[in-house]
């Protein structure tokens, strides 16, 4: 599956645009959902000894899923194509990679 064809399906269930506080609503979310993949490696560190092979990684797969409807929907509220979301990342790490500074820190290395 494409990026933006993901971003069109995931629009379908995603609330009206013009809702009251419809950005927070998608920010808070997206924070929401990554703070439950943590929770759940938090427990995972906890409960298993960090042993991957107890690793649930069906329940992960199910959060990536929410954390990426998030993203999504929260893209093409700024008016973004999720294709070209991805296509900057990638170009921003390879051209991180190329100046051998992906291990840095700093938004604008």
Partial sequence: MECDDYQRAAL???RDPEAKDEFLHLVLGLVGESGEIAE???????DENSDLTKLDRDDLAAELG???WYAAVLANYLGLS????????????ADRQRRAVIGGSGDRR
């Fill in 66 to 68: 929410d954390v990426l």
């Fill in 40 to 46: 759940k490696v938090k427990k995972w560190i906890r």
């Fill in 12 to 14: 379908r269930t995603a």
């Fill in 82 to 93: 999720l294709d070209d979301v991805a296509q900057r990342n990638v170009d921003k790490l």
